[in-house]
């Protein structure tokens, strides 16, 4: 089975830098993703790491590291519509479901 | 990216009815997946639908309360059947256009009474 962690909340500024964090524990890893989701809306794709590093895109970047089972998603210059929900979902080798962490809900403030 | 429309967006049902959602893709995709997200949770994985064959089901559900078609390569149906107030839930389609890639469609909102 898998076990997907992630912060329940957070809260951060405008303009900020907020880092969320995932760990994971799998049988076999192949590829994590991380979605926003906006309240009353679909996820919306955001990343996905299968090596270890940081991939950047933009205002956003994920960090992983496999031997830590370990990912975190940074968001820069923080604006207010990025109060969202934030989902780390973690593939498992041989499969292409995901499984879902809970979530962590992050508000921008002014 | 893909555009993945679902019918319909909402519904309110009374129980012990059927409700039948539908999930096309403007782009032929292998892989078709049906998630539910109830009030204030994530997202939970119901089955991959897979086309010309039965639905690959994960624990907890199964293909009688939760039937799934998938006649061709762009769409997919689910139906939530003999429906129970703890139906009530958010219904996402989600496809993998690449390794790299899985989206979601909008979403059905099902109520249940």
């Known amino acids: 089975g898998q076990n997907i962690d992630q912060p329940t909340e957070m809260t951060a500024t405008e303009g900020a830098i907020v880092q969320i964090n995932c760990t994971y524990q799998?049988?076999?890893?192949?590829?994590l993703f991380w979605y926003q989701q906006h309240a009353g809306e679909a996820p919306t794709f955001l990343s996905y790491?299968?090596?270890?590093g940081l991939e950047e895109k933009g205002r956003f970047s994920s960090f992983l590291s496999r031997s830590k089972g370990y990912s975190y998603l940074l968001l820069k210059e923080l604006q207010m519509k990025d109060s969202a929900s934030y989902l780390c979902?973690?593939?498992?080798?041989?499969?292409?479901?995901?499984?879902f962490g809970k979530g962590t809900m992050l508000l921008v403030s002014p | 990216s893909a555009v993945i429309s679902q019918k319909p967006s909402r519904d309110i049902c009374q129980r012990g009815t059927s409700l039948t959602i539908q999930c096309q893709v403007d782009?032929?995709?292998?892989?078709m997946f049906w998630y539910r997200q109830q009030p204030g949770q994530s997202l939970t994985l119901i089955a991959t639908?897979?086309?010309?064959?039965?639905?690959?089901?994960e624990s907890g559900f199964v293909i009688d309360k939760f039937p799934i078609s998938r006649p061709n390569l762009t769409f997919s149906t689910l139906t939530v059947s003999n429906m129970s107030p703890e139906d009530s839930s958010i219904y996402l389609c989600?496809?993998?256009?690449?390794?790299?890639?899985?989206?979601f469609g909008p979403g059905t909102r099902l109520l249940v009474l």
């Open positions: 989600s496809v993998e256009l690449s390794f790299e890639t899985q989206y």
């Open positions: 790491n299968v090596l270890d």
């Open positions: 782009s032929q995709v292998t892989m």
């Open positions: 799998t049988s076999g890893f192949n590829g």
């Open positions: 639908a897979n086309q010309g064959s039965e639905a690959t089901y």
């Open positions: 979902a973690v593939r498992a080798a041989g499969y292409s479901t995901l499984t």
